[in-house]
């Protein structure tokens, strides 16, 4: 448990991932399938774009554990 709510992650997200850790080897998704989920495909941010979007979420962070 890393302590991050399953929230965070979306649906196609936690569906990857589920799909590459698999403990059955053979039934792990490989190179070529994770390229073919959705969320692999999904849209790619500029470094400038991320940026302010991890700032909005660590600025949700502070707020939310000032008020606990």
Do not use: C, N, T
């Not at 979306?10 to 039934?27: I, N, Q, T, W, Y």
């Not at 979420?57 to 707020?63: E, G, N, S, Y």
Request: charged share 35%; net charge neutral; no cysteine.
């Amino acid at each position: 448990e890393l302590g991050i709510p399953s929230e965070s992650f979306s649906e196609d997200f936690k569906e990857l991932f589920s799909a590459m850790v698999r403990k059955d080897p053979d039934l792990r998704v490989v190179i070529d399938g994770i390229k073919r989920y959705s969320w692999f495909q999904g849209p790619v941010y500029d470094d400038k774009d991320l940026e302010a979007i991890m700032a909005r979420h660590m600025a949700r962070k502070v707020k939310s554990s000032k008020s606990v």
